[in-house]
T-cell receptor, first 115, second 113 residues
Framework: GAGVSQSPSNKVTEKGKDVELRCDPI?????LYWYRQSLGQGLEFLIY????????KSGLPSDRFSAERTGGSVSTLTIQRTQQEDSAVYLC?????????????FGPGTRLTVL | KQEVTQIPAALSVPEGENLVLNCSFT??????LQWFRQDPGKGLTSLLL?????REQTSGRLNASLDKSSGRSTLYIAASQPGDSATYLC????????????FGTGTRLTVIP
């Protein structure tokens, strides 16, 4: 079956512009995660959606970052007024949402470069 | 906050060798630990998931062990092949109430033909 897909695969933008990154999770998965992987660093958690519950935004680094999940499926991560330090690979993952037994399935990521 | 460490950061071995990758974590109150592989420019592929009640999991040439009390896990790769070259990441899901995985920075493995 189809895995997690993300678009675009690469995004180059100028400092100060807004960007939107998209994630299509595996069908039927109720949990969706966004992570960021900066050069030479581990994956950093950004935000978590579970069903209709309020999202866990505890990992968002600043108020320039926001995310939505429409209809419990597709998610969009928006970065406003991008900065050079936002350059990273943004990874989306989904899971069945079963605490403790979850396997998270990752998409290929979006490589964001802020000039 | 949970901290995950992987040693070594990079490893090169000749084809056919058996090898061990190490992962340690600071808070032993975890639900599970997961090993992933990441190829350049690609996302993460889940290799093995070990629940907190388990001590090991096996898949083909891979064997992952978990010693929760000491905060350690190892990934054993038998008879390594050039196709095993990738970055290997371990991640834990802990019981602090955080919904996310805590990742190590990975071990970059190169298997030399």
């Amino acid at each position: 079956g189809a895995g997690v897909s993300q678009s675009p695969s690469n995004k180059v933008t100028e400092k100060g512009k807004d960007v939107e990154l998209r994630c299509d999770p595996i069908s039927g998965h109720t949990a969706l995660y966004w992570y960021r992987q900066s050069l030479g660093q581990g994956l950093e958690f950004l935000i978590y959606f579970q069903g209709n519950s309020a999202p866990d935004k505890s990992g968002l680094p600043s108020d320039r970052f926001s995310a939505e999940r429409t209809g419990g499926s597709v998610s969009t991560l928006t970065i406003q007024r991008t900065q050079q330090e936002d350059s990273a690979v943004y990874l989306c993952a989904s899971s069945r949402g079963l605490l403790g037994t979850d396997t998270q399935y990752f998409g290929p990521g979006t490589r964001l470069t802020v000039l | 906050k949970q901290e995950v460490t992987q040693i070594p950061a990079a490893l090169s071995v000749p084809e056919g060798e058996n090898l061990v990758l190490n992962c340690s974590f600071t808070d032993s109150a975890i639900y599970n630990l997961q090993w992933f592989r990441q190829d350049p420019g690609k996302g993460l592929t889940s290799l093995l998931l070990i629940q907190s009640s388990q001590r090991e999991q096996t898949s083909g040439r891979l064997n992952a062990s978990l010693d929760k009390s000491s905060g350690r896990s190892t990934l054993y790769i038998a008879a390594s092949q050039p196709g095993d070259s990738a970055t290997y990441l371990c991640a834990v899901r802990d019981q602090t109430g955080a919904n996310n995985l805590f990742f190590g920075t990975g071990t970059r493995l190169t298997v030399i033909p």
